[in-house]
T-cell receptor
Framework: GAGVSQSPRYKVAKRGQDVALRCDPI?????LFWYQQALGQGPEFLTY????????KSGLPSDRFFAERPEGSVSTLKIQRTQQEDSAVYLC???????????????FGPGTRLTVL | DQQVKQNSPSLSVQEGRISILNCDYT??????FLWYKKYPAEGPTFLIS?????DKNEDGRFTVFLNKSAKHLSLHIVPSQPGDSAVYFC?????????FGKGTRLHILP
């Protein structure tokens, strides 16, 4: 079956613009995660959903970042008033069971590369 | 401060030889460790994992070793193949999060 897909794959924004990044998880996957990967770094956790409930948003760097998953499937990460330091690859991952990372594998999408000019 | 550290940004290994990628961590409460592999323009792909109650897990050419007293784990790939050239991320799980290291770029030389 299809894996995790993300769109757009590349996004260029002028500083101050709002952007919306989409994630389509694997069908039936309960858990969905967003990560931010800066150049030369590993992915860093942003937020986590279990179905439509956002259970952990401790990694969101500021209140300009907002994520939602209203119907428990597709998720959108929105960044308002983008800044240059927001430039990164944004990765989405999904897993089958309920956030049990030690028993379940997270499947990653290809990411969206955001460049803020 | 990084909780998961991969101190070697890159590693070159001859095809057919053993590749050893190292990782150190600081949080003794981590209960599960994982290795992910990443090709350019793709997301990370799960490779192998190990529970903190074990010291070794093997899957084909890949073996992960865990030394809890030293807070150190390593990934062994033997024999190394050209398709193994990629960035390898060490990671540890804490509650609902995975915490990644910065990655090590492995080059398999012909």
């Amino acid at each position: 079956g299809a894996g995790v897909s993300q769109s757009p794959r590349y996004k260029v924004a002028k500083r101050g613009q709002d952007v919306a990044l989409r994630c389509d998880p694997i069908s039936g996957h309960v858990s969905l995660f967003w990560y931010q990967q800066a150049l030369g770094q590993g992915p860093e956790f942003l937020t986590y959903f279990q179905n439509e409930a956002q259970l952990d948003k401790s990694g969101l760097p500021s209140d300009r970042f907002f994520a939602e998953r209203p119907e428990g499937s597709v998720s959108t990460l929105k960044i308002q008033r983008t800044q240059q330091e927001d430039s990164a690859v944004y990765l989405c991952a999904s897993s089958l069971v309920l956030g049990q990372t030690y028993t379940d594998t997270q499947y990653f999408g290809p990411g969206t590369r955001l460049t803020v000019l | 401060d990084q909780q998961v550290k991969q101190n070697s940004p890159s590693l070159s290994v001859q095809e057919g030889r053993i590749s050893i990628l190292n990782c150190d961590y600081t949080n003794s409460m981590f209960d599960y460790f994982l290795w992910y592999k990443k090709y350019p323009a793709e997301g990370p792909t799960f490779l192998i994992s190990i529970s903190s109650i074990k010291d070794k897990n093997e899957d084909g050419r890949f073996t992960v070793f865990l030394n809890k007293s030293a807070k150190h784990l390593s990934l062994h790939i033997v024999p190394s193949q050209p398709g193994d050239s990629a960035v390898y991320f060490c990671a540890a799980s804490e509650d609902d999060k995975i915490i990644f290291g910065k990655g090590t770029r492995l080059h398999i030389l012909p």
